[in-house]
T-cell receptor, first 114, second 112 residues
Framework: DSGVTQTPKHLITATGQRVTLRCSPR?????VYWYQQSLDQGLQFLIQ???????AKGNILERFSAQQFPDLHSELNLSSLELGDSALYFC?????????????FGSGTQLSVL | AQSVAQPEDQVNVAEGNPLTVKCTYS??????LFWYVQYPNRGLQFLLK??????LVKGSYGFEAEFNKSQTSFHLKKPSALVSDSALYFC??????????FGPGTRLSVLP
């Protein structure tokens, strides 16, 4: 068990809808990362937060947004969903922002857009 | 821009034989290199990392990796494969000012 909790584990929704994915990092970790994993794109970095502030942005669509709350949990909001958004979304956490820090991954949220 | 290549989509090896999963990278600056493993329906798990120092890095579950600066490679190795090593393996690189970049993954199948 990595200590990173993601909910829900599975989400089935329709095109055009909006969903929220939730992540609780390991106790004490200040950094939260969001990744999207799909068969054709591999593991794509979306966004990173450090202690409530956005730290880095990757290939995140404008329809997607995220935030990290004072208790350090994070939410990823996906809106105007399209079929192509179907993927496994991972949250990961690390203690700080150092380059050599390893990431601890949650088990992911499997999103299916029908 | 930094990038990671894992030239083999799939690696098959017999149980008890040595295994190698290849990774090459491209960065400007000094690389921080990582290997992660993903079992079915699970998140990625850290195996090992290279930051600096000895080119041979030892990690979890008997895995090791060799950093080769001239060949810009960081191949994952294990002297004797187990069936339970069958999983998806990801190489990742990070450098100053940049976030993690993961390779496409290599599926390892260890045959009994």
């Amino acid at each position: 068990d990595s200590g990173v909790t993601q909910t829900p584990k599975h989400l089935i929704t329709a095109t055009g809808q909006r969903v929220t994915l939730r992540c609780s990092p390991r106790s004490g970790d200040l950094s939260v990362y969001w990744y999207q994993q799909s068969l054709d794109q591999g593991l794509q970095f979306l966004i990173q937060y450090y202690n409530g502030e956005e730290r880095a942005k990757g290939n995140i669509l404008e329809r997607f947004s995220a935030q990290q709350f004072p208790d350090l949990h994070s939410e990823l909001n996906l809106s105007s969903l399209e079929l192509g958004d179907s993927a496994l979304y991972f949250c990961a956490s690390s203690a700080g922002k150092g380059l050599n820090e390893k990431l601890f991954f949650g088990s992911g949220t499997q999103l299916s857009v029908l | 821009a930094q990038s990671v290549a894992q030239p083999e989509d799939q690696v098959n090896v017999a149980e008890g034989n040595p295994l190698t999963v290849k990774c090459t990278y491209s960065v400007s600056g000094n690389p921080y290199l990582f290997w992660y493993v993903q079992y079915p329906n699970r998140g990625l798990q850290f195996l090992l990392k290279y930051i600096t120092g000895d080119n041979l890095v030892k990690g979890s579950y008997g895995f090791e990796a060799e950093f080769n600066k001239s060949q810009t490679s960081f191949h994952l190795k294990k002297p004797s494969a187990l069936v339970s090593d069958s999983a998806l393996y990801f190489c990742a690189v990070r450098t100053y000012g940049q976030n993690f970049v993961f390779g496409p993954g290599t599926r390892l199948s260890v045959l009994p």
